[in-house]
Structures are given as C-alpha cells and as structure tokens.
C-alpha cells in the first residue's frame, strides 16, 4: 500500500526563525510529489516536484526531492506568522489518485 | 481567488435533510473530485470523475451520491446524513487524462463546510 508520511506533525517556532519539513514515501511506480499550505479553508498548490535534486524557489519557500532517500524537503526561510498553516504532503504514483500525508502544523509566533 | 467554486460555503442541515453542494470549473479540466476533510486531519477522497463518468468511488456510503452533468459541473447529493458527517467537503479538478491516477495539480475550491444536526 502505497504511503506518506510527515514529519513533523507539529512544531512551533519564532518569527525570523527558519524551519524543514519533511516528507518521504514508499510508492510503486513514483511520479510525483506535491506540497500544498492550508490555512482555513482550501489546500493552496505550493510546489511540484518529479526531479530529483531540482531545487524549486518561491520567495522564502524552497523545496527539493530526494528520489535515492525517497523523501523531499520543504524550507521556509525568516517565517512570518502568515505562514502559520498545515503544510501537506501529497505523491502521485501514476496507479492510484494522489496519497496524501496527514500535515504538518506549523505555528509561528511572534 | 480560486478557480473552482464551490457553493453553499456553508450548510446546516439536519438527519432528514436532502441538500446538494455542488462545484463549477471553466478550465477545461476533465478530472473532478470530492474530498471530505475532518478537523486538523488530511483531505480523504471520495469520489473521482474523468470526462464526466465516474471512475472510483472509494466506499462512501449511499447517502451521499455525486453527479457530474457536463464538464464544467459537480454536484454532491447529501441524504439522511449523520452528524459525524459533519466536515468540511472539498471539489477539486485537475488537467490529468487519467483521473484515477493522477499525478499533477489538484486545484481546490474554497470547500462547503456541513454541520449535520
């Protein structure tokens, strides 16, 4: 069965402060890996990745995957309290819809 | 703003009730889906469409029952619910040709929260 897991679940940092989360998976036939935030409401597209070793940027966020460790990186860089949100995982195997993780919760304070 | 919209953004009904939530899209997507999300838990799939059938249905009981009229359209009919169905229900569409493996984008809509009484 195909699985994703996060970690961690939860973590709570200071403003300015920079973190990683983690995602890794056990899928057949991997296509890709997906990152999503979601605050309230809808899960809003962050990164797609299906290279390994590609660096993806967008402002203070970066992601990386890592085919041989079969897991991916997501870093924020000087968090702001608007980056508090679940940070979701999700992989494409090309056999089953989307797998996704159960989140991570990151909260930021000031 | 999202490009999947999804109406009534939120809906109080009671065990008796019969309601529908229903989903538009006008980026030519051909893959639609229902997820059903709890509080502080992952989205969980429901229901797949690709070009307008249904294409998996991943054991939802009877009492919810999608229809997809035309491309651009998915609706959920809601029926006897039950208070732990109480979730917030999210549509969303994405541009993969095989729906019941897809692998791109899931563009969500904003979701209709249900509160079951």
């Known amino acids: 069965e195909d699985k994703v897991v996060q970690s961690p679940l939860s973590l709570v940092v200071h403003e300015g402060d920079t973190v990683t989360l983690n995602c890794s998976y056990e899928?057949?036939?991997?296509?890709?890996l997906l990152w999503y935030k979601q605050e309230k409401k809808a899960p809003t597209f962050l990164f797609m990745l299906?290279?390994?070793?590609i660096e993806k940027k967008s402002g203070r966020l970066s992601s990386i995957l890592d085919k041989k460790e079969l897991s991916s990186i997501l870093n924020i860089t000087a968090t702001q309290t608007g980056d508090s949100a679940i940070y979701l995982c999700?992989?494409?195997?090309?056999?089953?819809?989307?797998?996704f993780g159960k989140g991570t919760r990151l909260s930021v304070i000031a | 703003d999202t490009e999947v919209t999804q109406t009534p953004k939120h809906l109080v009904m009671g065990m008796t009730n019969k309601k529908s939530l229903k989903c538009e899209q006008h980026?030519?997507?051909?893959?639609m889906y229902w997820y059903k999300q709890k509080a502080k838990k992952p989205p969980e799939l429901m229901f797949v469409?690709?070009?307008?059938?249904?294409?998996i249905n991943e054991s939802v009981p009877s009492r919810f029952s999608p229809e997809c009229p035309n491309s651009s359209l998915l609706n959920l009919h809601l029926h006897a619910l039950q208070p732990e169905d109480s979730a917030l229900y999210l549509c969303?569409?994405?541009?993969?040709?095989?729906?019941?493996?897809?692998?791109?984008?899931?563009?969500f809509g904003e979701g209709s929260r249900l509160t079951v009484l």
């Open positions: 969303a569409s994405s541009q993969d040709r095989k729906a019941y493996a897809n692998t791109g984008e899931l563009f």
């Open positions: 899928v057949t036939n991997f296509r890709s």
């Open positions: 299906t290279s390994s070793g």
């Open positions: 999700a992989v494409g195997s090309g056999n089953t819809p989307l797998v």
């Open positions: 980026m030519g997507h051909r893959a």
């Open positions: 469409y690709s070009y307008e059938k249904l294409s």
